[in-house]
């Protein structure tokens, strides 16, 4: 079935640090992908996202391209701030599915 | 403009119990989902309610059901509660027609089962 794989945590930086998070995914068609964060206390809220191969979703500083050929959605931000500490999370969306599915989350602590 | 709401924020339960919570979707939504985050764990399915229907659901037991309301408010059940079931309950909702992935989640209700 459909599934996504994300680089386990945590993920300690430093501020002002470049960051990457991993993220792979496995699906039958065509998945719109997404990023979540969770802030401490807080909901899930969308991050970015992006709706076919090569597009490039970016909001906040933090971007993400959708790679068909390789199945891969990385997340990268040139430089952390420590409120960029959260769990961030990788999903996937298939048309007619009804459902998001997520990846195990890594969580990020970026110190000052 | 209120976003989605999730009732109650913590429980604490013991095997066997029943268990409700509640959510109210965004203003102006109305499809609302259910998510079980396990501790360490993203979030998996439970269930999508649209026009007081159930749409979809995920991999789960019978033990969960839900309903939506004509106001679009959702419920979700627990029966016959397991040690397992402890988890966080997320709520999410969507704009009217728009099914794209991009959810709008409450805090959530954390379930304790003792």
């Known amino acids: 079935g459909d599934s996504v794989t994300q680089m386990e945590g945590p993920v300690t930086l430093s501020e002002e640090a470049f960051l990457t998070i991993n993220c792979t995914y496995t699906?039958?068609?065509?998945?719109?992908l997404f990023w979540y964060v969770q802030y401490p206390g807080e909901g899930l809220q969308l991050l970015l996202k992006?709706?076919?191969?090569?597009d490039k979703g970016s909001n906040k500083g933090f971007e993400a391209t959708y790679r068909k050929e390789t199945t891969s959605f990385h997340l990268e931000k040139g430089s952390v701030q420590v409120s960029d500490s959260a769990v961030y999370f990788c999903?996937?969306?298939?048309?007619?599915?009804?459902?998001?599915?997520f990846g195990s989350g890594t969580r990020l602590l970026v110190r000052p | 403009d209120a976003g989605v709401t999730q009732s109650p924020t913590h429980l604490i339960k013991t095997r066997g119990q029943q268990v409700t919570l509640r959510c109210s979707p965004k203003?102006?939504?109305?499809?609302v989902s259910w998510y079980q985050q396990a501790l360490g764990q993203g979030p998996q399915f439970i269930f999508q309610?649209?026009?007081?229907?159930?749409?979809q659901r995920g991999n789960f037991p019978d033990r969960f059901s839900g309903h939506q309301f004509p106001n679009y408010s959702s419920e979700l059940n627990v029966n016959a509660l397991l040690l397992g079931d402890s988890a966080l309950y997320l709520c999410?909702?969507?704009?009217?027609?728009?099914?794209?992935?991009?959810?709008?989640f409450g805090e959530g209700s954390r379930l304790t089962v003792l």
């Open positions: 999410a909702s969507s704009p009217l027609g728009r099914d794209t992935g991009e959810l709008f």
């Open positions: 699906a039958t068609g065509y998945p719109s």
């Open positions: 992006a709706t076919k191969a090569d």
């Open positions: 999903a996937l969306w298939m048309d007619s599915s009804y459902k998001l599915i």
């Open positions: 203003s102006g939504h109305d499809t």
């Open positions: 309610y649209y026009e007081e229907e159930e749409r």
